[in-house]
């Protein structure tokens, strides 16, 4: 049986839809991913083989088939963890088969089926809403970041076995929104502004990547000649 639930990712700094589409069937113990998967990808084999089995359903050896489109782009980290899980227990029988066509999944799963949090949740939250989903499950530890955009119910999880309760109606979490008024109360304010420097573009941008990275930076001065 074929299903197909929605992950997003990341070119550059835009995010984009991934179809997670997983064909579970009988026959020799097989599990294959294609759609130009990096490492990190290939890898969920066994941390979403494990997971599942951690959280207490039973997972029987089976034929997997796993697609990751568009197949000509890049697919790399372990945020499909958790829509591959989805896409399998629906499959199994343990989740509901509903209209998923406007959720999507994003999350890193640990052996003992909880979720990690993932790089890139709020660009990718951002594209979402552009392209219609509604829904964004998340996990927990990127909640306040992905509650940042409006407008888009964003839930956080915690474990696999909590996000299958939620599908199944058999536990309630709320959606989570942040005022953007409430993560500046913290921000520190400066007399001074990189706006008030005239020219300079090449120095203002290498200090702007500094910062942004945490990195450090020495300033030389170029001595006058007389």
């Given amino acids: 049986m ?18 997670v589409q997983v064909d579970v069937s009988n026959g020799l113990p097989y599990w294959e991913i294609v759609g130009l998967p990096d490492v990190s990808v290939k890898e969920s084999k066994e941390r979403v083989k494990t997971a599942i089995r951690n959280s207490n359903f039973e997972f029987l050896s089976k034929r997997i088939i ?45 052996l003992d089926g909880s979720i990690k949090s993932i790089n890139g ?51 309630e979490i709320k959606s989570q929104t942040i005022k953007t008024e409430k993560l500046l109360e913290n921000t520190n304010i400066y007399d001074v502004d990189f706006a008030e420097v005239k020219g300079q573009e090449n120095v203002k941008r290498a200090l702007e990547i500094a910062a942004a990275g945490s990195h450090n930076c020495i300033m030389v001065g170029i001595p006058r000649v007389r």
């Fill in 66 to 110: 796993i697609n990751l489109a568009p197949v000509d782009t890049k697919k790399e980290g372990p945020l499909f963890d958790l829509p591959i899980a989805i896409a399998i227990l629906i499959n199994l029988g343990y989740i509901q088969k509903k209209d998923y066509s406007k959720n999507v999944f994003l999350g890193a799963l640990s």
């Fill in 2 to 19: 074929l299903s197909i639930i929605n992950s997003m990712s990341l070119n550059g700094l835009e995010g984009y839809l991934v179809e």
């Fill in 121 to 171: 949740v709020l660009p990718m939250c951002i594209d979402a809403k552009k392209l219609g989903i509604k829904k964004i499950i998340v996990p927990y530890e990127n909640i306040k970041e992905a509650s940042i955009v409006s407008g888009i119910e964003i839930i956080g999880a915690k474990n696999l076995e909590e996000v299958v309760q939620y599908l199944n109606s058999q536990k």
